[in-house]
C-alpha cells in the first residue's frame, strides 16, 4: 500500500490514489513519511491534510477525524513452493555467503548506502545547531540571572523545571503538533528547537556549576585591583569555571547525539529512521542495527574528539609549556 522506494521516495498504492485525486482538483501533494503512530495526530492537529497507512477505522477514531475507505481490507499469504533441491542448496550455503548477501541487500542494492548518509547528514545538522544554539541560549540566561535578577531567576527556573521534567520524545511531539501545528514548519526545524532547549537547561546548569566551584576570595582579589564585575567574570572567572564544566559539557553532547534518535516521531528521517527504512525493505535486521550504532560511535568520538582539543587548550594543566608561555619573555 505504501513503502520507500530505493531512491528514498515515498511510493506505493496510497499515495497513487492521492495523486489521481489531486490530478482532478488541481492541487499540489506532498509526501512526508513519519511514524504511523503519529499519521492520525498529524491530522488531527492540522499539520497534515490527509493521512495513509492502511490505517484500522474505529467509532472513536472517527469522532477525531474523517475517514475515507477507499480499498476493502483484504489479507493475502503468498508462499513460494520450495523443492527438496532448493533446501538442500540452502542448507549447503556457508555463514560468509548469507553475511555477504545481508550486506549487499542492505548497503549496495539499490544505493541504499545513500539513505544511510542522508540519515547521518540530518543527525549531524540537528546535533550541530543544537550544540551551538543551546550553548549560546544556557550562556546568555546565566548572565541574565548571575547578578540575582528577581525576575530572570524565577522566569528560569519555571522553565528549567518545564523542560526537564518533561521527556524528550514528548517536547518534541509538543512543539510540533500543537505549538507550531498551525505554522509551516519542518520537523528539522522544531528538532533542532527542542533540542536546543534542553541543551541550553543543561549548559545554564553546568555553568551554574562551574561558577560555584569558584572560591569567593577571587572576586574579592579581583575588586581590590580595581576590576568591574563584568571584567572580572570573563577575566579570571569563567577561565577557571570551565575545566570544571567540560567534562560534563561532553558527556551532554553525547546524551544529545543519542538522543535525536527520537526525531522520527516528528516526521524527520534521521540515521535511526533511515536504519528503520532499509530494515523494513530487506527483513534484515543485523547490518541495518549494526551500521547504525557504528555510525552513532563515530560521530560520538568525532565530536568528543573536538571537545577534548578545545578542553586541553583551556585548562593550563594540560597544556605544553610552549602555548603556556608563548610571546612572554623569559630571558629578561
Not at 568591574?228 to 564544566?245: C, D, G, K, Y
Amino acid at each position: 500500500m505504501s513503502y520507500v522506494g530505493g531512491d528514498g521516495e515515498l511510493r506505493g498504492f496510497d499515495l497513487e490514489v492521492i495523486l489521481m485525486a489531486a490530478r482532478k482538483l488541481d492541487v499540489k501533494v506532498e509526501f512526508t513519511g513519519m511514524e504511523f503512530s503519529a499519521i492520525l495526530t498529524a491530522v488531527q492537529s492540522g499539520k497534515a491534510d490527509m493521512g495513509v497507512g492502511s490505517i484500522i477505522i474505529t467509532d472513536e477514531r472517527a469522532e477525531a477525524v474523517d475517514f475515507l475507505e477507499y480499498y476493502p481490507a483484504a489479507f493475502v499469504l503468498i508462499v513460494r513452493t520450495v523443492t527438496t533441491s532448493q533446501v538442500e542448496t540452502s542448507t549447503d550455503d556457508s555463514i560468509l555467503n548469507g553475511i555477504r548477501d545481508s550486506f549487499d541487500k542492505t548497503f549496495i542494492r539499490e544505493d541504499r548506502w545513500k539513505l544511510f548518509l542522508d540519515g547521518v547528514l540530518t543527525t549531524l545538522l540537528i546535533t550541530l545547531l543544537a550544540i551551538l544554539f543551546g550553548t549560546t541560549l544556557g550562556f546568555g540566561v546565566f548572565m541574565l540571572c548571575r547578578n540575582g535578577n528577581p525576575v530572570a531567576t524565577t522566569v528560569t527556573r519555571f522553565c528549567l523545571w518545564l523542560v526537564q521534567g518533561m521527556p524528550m520524545v514528548v517536547l518534541l511531539m509538543i512543539l510540533y503538533y500543537i505549538i507550531f501545528g498551525s505554522v509551516s514548519i519542518s520537523g528539522t526545524a522544531v528538532a533542532v528547537i527542542g533540542f536546543t532547549l534542553t541543551f541550553g537547561a543543561a549548559v545554564f546548569g553546568l555553568l551554574k556549576m562551574g561558577v560555584g566551584a569558584i572560591d569567593i576570595g577571587q572576586y574579592e582579589a579581583a575588586y581590590a585591583l580595581g576590576y568591574s564585575n563584568h571584567r572580572t567574570f570573563f577575566t579570571i572567572i569563567l577561565p577557571q569555571a570551565l575545566p570544571h564544566v567540560l567534562p560534563a559539557y561532553k558527556g551532554e553532547i553525547v546524551g544529545l547525539i543519542k538522543a535525536t534518535a527520537i526525531v522520527g516521531y516528528i516526521a524527520v528521517q534521521d540515521l535511526t529512521k533511515m536504519g528503520d527504512i532499509v530494515r523494513s525493505r530487506t527483513y534484515e535486521a543485523f547490518f541495518p542495527l549494526i551500521a547504525v550504532t557504528i555510525i552513532y560511535f563515530i560521530l560520538e568520538g568525532l565530536i568528543g574528539f573536538f571537545v577534548n582539543k578545545i578542553s586541553i587548550n583551556m585548562d593550563p594543566k594540560r597544556r605544553m609549556p610552549s602555548d603556556i608561555l608563548k610571546g612572554v619573555k623569559i630571558d629578561d
